[in-house]
């Protein structure tokens, strides 16, 4: 199948980030595009460079003001006394406050939900051109190819319409899952990264012509702890068209498989014309950063039952943090995905 790739994502270089109180390199790093590309190549599959598909694609999933922000934010944070290379939010509206700052300074605790998602000089060139990445695979899959595969970095799953965060920006597979949708009554999207797609579930939350159904460790303590739970269903004319399986921390293969064929099941009763996959590899047993215990076969399991559904399948690829790993993942998931399909 078809691997979208694309350079820009080098431009994003993430500085350190704070977890618990600690100044810690981020995870969020170039090397694993590296890794990922050269997996899918040495399987196979044919590199190729997405289009510019302008403006239009992202602008019809998220707020004009957030992309302004996005796009402006790096050099009105350099115009700050004593600046510094990344843009990172220290103060966010917490509830009871509805006030809209002007500045850059609260402007980026307005539209970042976390202080996760630094925003360095590169990272608008790079977080369009991952939009970019992701609208090429569902041209292709619209234009008749089985399936693609968008290599996106940054990672969008936890953006919303005009909220960024958890390492991202742009909703790479909601502007796709959009893009498809000028062109197919439903599509669906499936996400088994180990953190909760609250950016995705929220902009399709009202949504009954798009599917959301998520796997991931149970959000009552784990990022991103205020969305992904159970009873998250959709609102409007959405409700029933949104699915949350959370699931308890050290969960394995098996029990993972299972949630999955609920997951499928809700899929296949859908009946949508089209499947887009949330691909993350940060459920891997030894991710720094996970809760589950899913092994490079389990991953290779996972796509061998998404692939049999035969839906027409754009798969976009979000976290996954265990740089030595994520390679023989992917290589597992993609031979499980083509091997489901025969
Ligand atoms: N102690 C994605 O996988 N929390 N984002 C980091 C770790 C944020 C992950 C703190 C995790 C966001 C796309
Ligand atoms: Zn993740």
Redesign the pocket.
Known sequence: MKTVYTPAHERHRPPTIL?RGVEVPHWEVAERAERLLAAAAAAGHEVVEPADYGRAPRAAVHDPGYLAFLENAWIRWQKLPDPTPAVQPYAHPGRHMHGQPSGIEGQAGYYMA?G?APIVEGTWEAAIAAAHAATHAARLVLDGEDAAYALCRP?G??AFSDLGG???YLNNIAIAAEYMRRERGRVAVLDF?V?HGNGTQGIFWRRRDVLFVSLHGDPADY?PFFAGYANEIGGGDGRGYNLNLPQPPGTGDAAFLDALGTALEAVRHFAPEALLVSV?F?AFEADP?GVLKITTPGFGEIGRRIGRLGLPTVLVQ??GYNIEALGANLSAFLGGFTGGRG
């Open positions: 977890t976390t996760s990672p799953h936890h958890g390492f991202c990264d953190h990022f993350g940060d950063i979000e976290g």
